[in-house]
Structures are given as C-alpha cells and as structure tokens.
C-alpha cells in the first residue's frame, strides 16, 4: 500500500489562502460604520429603558415590603392593645 504524501505548504501558498480568508471574512461580516454607531446608540437606549425598570421593580418592592411592615404593626397594635 502506497501512501501518498503532500507537499508542505510555502510561506507564499499560506500566505496567499490568508489572504484569501481574510477577504472572504471582511466581505461576509463588513457592517458599515454609521450602521454600527446607530446600532449602538439604539442598545443604549434599550439599557436605559432596562435599568429604569429595575430601578421602578426594585422601588416598588421595598414600596411594598414597607406597607405591609406597617400594616402587620398596626394589627399588632391593635390587637396587642386590648
């Protein structure tokens, strides 16, 4: 049984199928520059709108938790009271 060997790569030949990847990569993959900024400006209003929420859910909870401490006092109060 023959095997039959390659060849080693040039520094030209490797050279040359980068260049070749390269190009294909930055063809497939190329987002203009006034896309990008756009997109990114649009993500920063999407992460804004995001930490105004968390702030509002976290607000409300400690909102909530306070109202209902206040309300079992009371009940406490009142009922402790006679």
Do not use: P
């Not at 199928?17 to 993500?43: G, M, P």
């Not at 909530?64 to 206040?70: N, W």
């Amino acid at each position: 049984m023959t095997e039959e060997r390659r060849s080693a790569l040039s520094d030209d030949d490797i050279n040359r199928i980068a260049d070749a990847v390269a190009s294909k990569t930055k063809e497939a993959f190329h987002i203009e520059e006034e896309v990008h900024y756009n997109q990114h400006k649009r993500l920063d209003k999407l992460l804004d709108a995001y930490d105004t929420a968390t702030t509002m859910f976290v607000r409300g909870f400690l909102a909530l938790v306070i109202a209902g401490s206040l309300v079992l006092a009371g009940i406490g109060f009142v009922k402790g009271g006679k």
